[in-house]
Nanobody, 119 residues
Framework: QVVLVESGGGLVQTGESLTLSCTAS????????MSWYRQAPGKERELVAR????????NYRDSVKGRFTISRDNANNTVYLQMNSLKPDDTAVYYC????????????WGRGTQVTVSS
């Protein structure tokens, strides 16, 4: 059984930082590209950042470039999202997602962690 568990969310003030973690079990972690998504109330879920299976390539949505950093530790089956200079617009539930790198590209999701940024 594949399980992704996010942690590290919380309530912070504008300009502060948080680091989210997602630990995976039940899969060969190094064979999965990992992503962080977020969903704010009343809005669609959106991709925040993605990292390839080896960690060699990362991608970010424009609104978080320069503030967020995605990284991974394949030895410990964990992906991170370092979030700096947080803004109220970053308030959302953040989800971890894993995508298998070969066909069929199975996808697995965590249950999410709440991030709230107060102004």
């Amino acid at each position: 059984q594949v399980v992704l568990v996010e942690s590290g969310g919380g309530l912070v003030q504008t300009g502060e930082s948080l680091t989210l973690s997602c630990t995976a079990s039940g899969l060969t972690f190094r064979q999965y590209a990992m992503s962080w998504y977020r969903q704010a109330p009343g809005k669609e879920r959106e991709l925040v950042a993605r990292i390839t299976s080896t960690g060699g390539t990362t991608n970010y949505r424009d609104s978080v470039k320069g503030r967020f950093t995605i990284s991974r530790d394949n030895a410990n089956n964990t992906v991170y999202l370092q979030m700096n200079s947080l803004k109220p617009d970053d308030t959302a539930v953040y989800y971890c997602q894993g995508t298998y790198t070969v066909l069929p590209r199975f996808q697995y999701w965590g249950r999410g962690t709440q991030v709230t940024v107060s102004s």
